[in-house]
């Protein structure tokens, strides 16, 4: 899946994108309304209880 691909694992809280706090799965929707395929996003989550960055559009430059 796109998820998956960008590094997302079962359990992460997306809890910033592109610096910007979110809170509620509408502030998601409104941060990435915006964006285009190819687009980077820089993702920051809450994982196994410590916060942690991700740019997705890397990660899967590194998995090809």
Not at 1 to 15: C, F, H, L, N
Not at 17 to 22: L, R, S
Not at 28 to 36: E, F, G, N, S, T
Request: net charge positive.
């Amino acid at each position: 899946s796109p998820a998956d691909k960008a590094g997302a694992r079962t359990g992460d809280v997306i809890v910033a994108i592109d610096g910007k706090n979110v809170a509620r799965s509408g502030d998601v929707r409104r941060a990435l309304r915006d964006k285009k395929g190819g687009d980077s996003v820089r993702l920051e989550v809450i994982r196994n209880g410590s916060r942690q960055a991700h740019s997705p559009g890397e990660h899967c430059k590194r998995c090809r």
